[in-house]
């Protein structure tokens, strides 16, 4: 039983890295023991999981369909140890959350609100920021953060999903200037860029090894909201790279276009952080928790739509 949940486990975390070698680096196995375990539960299972290439791989129709069980069957297990540990007691008090402003109203806030419904005695109060707030200091209780984390002491960090990103552009952009099919060939663009504090960021593209590039565009328009990034974009101004979350219904409904297809986009962590204490409280472990359940499966329904 042990090993069939083992294979669950690593066949979930390819799903939501992009290719094996992305999982084998989460789950500190080497890639060929990621292949070998994908090929065992295949064996098992008596279908194919993943149409593989030598740049990409993909779900099949059987893969899909599994993977859609698996997310039901992990999140029953983890809610099942929620309940375990909060000993069947219901949640009361205020809960004070710290989130990014577009990250966490579109992400985040949908599935803490949930919370209210099963816990009648829970008081959410959801904050909206890009600033890195200090949680002793402003009194927050938890906080979302995106990326990589800095050191921060008397704060305890758990990874809560990733949030992939992509290369997008609007159809008449395409027209005009024309497709890129390589990472060399974004530099001959146009782009709408992301800045902060003064300082532009660079994208990290995947190259065919899964290895991520840093491309640092031929910028037209530079924004420091992600949200003004994407209307420039589907306004045809230049390519953007963005969170797929945040550019789902415009690559959907074709305002935008998704570029680079044949290669997964780079995935940041996101991340809860919390005052240490030596004993959690149960509002605060019970978000952690319903975070780490259901926002990978939130972010994975995305992606998988396009």
Not at 94 to 123: D, K, Q, Y
Not at 186 to 197: F, G, I, N
Request: with cysteine; net charge neutral.
């Amino acid at each position: 039983m042990s090993d069939r949940l083992s294979g669950i486990s690593v066949f979930v975390t390819a799903v939501e890295a992009g290719s094996f070698a992305m999982a084998a680096s989460r789950l500190h196995l080497s890639r060929s023991a990621v292949g070998k375990t994908i090929a065992r539960l295949e064996q098992r299972l008596g279908v194919r999981l993943f149409h593989r290439t030598t740049r990409s791989q993909s779900l099949t129709d059987d893969g899909a369909l599994f993977y859609e069980r698996c997310l039901r069957a992990l999140e029953e297990i983890r809610g099942a140890e929620t309940l375990l540990e909060s000993g069947k007691r219901q949640v009361s008090g205020r809960l004070r959350v710290s989130m990014p402003v577009l990250f966490g109203r579109m992400c985040i806030a949908p599935l803490l609100t949930e919370l209210t419904r099963e816990h009648p005695g829970l008081e959410l109060e959801l904050s909206f920021s890009d600033r890195v707030v200090d949680l002793i200091e402003d009194g927050f209780d938890m906080a979302i953060r995106n990326g990589t984390l800095a050191n921060s002491s008397g704060l305890v960090a758990r990874r809560i999903g990733d949030h992939r990103m992509t290369l997008c552009a609007s159809p008449a952009y395409l027209q005009r200037c024309g497709e890129p099919h390589s990472i060399e060939q974004l530099a001959q663009h146009e782009a709408v860029t992301y800045m902060r504090a003064g300082a532009r960021r660079s994208w990290l593209v995947l190259d065919s090894d899964g290895k991520p590039q840093e491309v640092m565009p031929n910028n037209r328009l530079q924004m420091d909201d992600l949200q003004a990034i994407a209307d420039a974009a589907t306004a045809g101004f230049g390519i953007a790279w963005l969170p797929c979350w945040l550019v789902r219904e415009q690559l959907l409904s074709g305002a935008l276009v998704r570029l680079l297809r044949d290669r997964p986009g780079a995935a940041f962590e996101a991340h809860a952080v919390w005052p240490h204490t030596p004993h959690l409280p149960l509002k605060v472990r019970l978000a952690v928790d319903t975070l780490v359940s259901k926002l990978p499966a939130s972010l994975a329904l995305v992606e998988k739509a396009l």
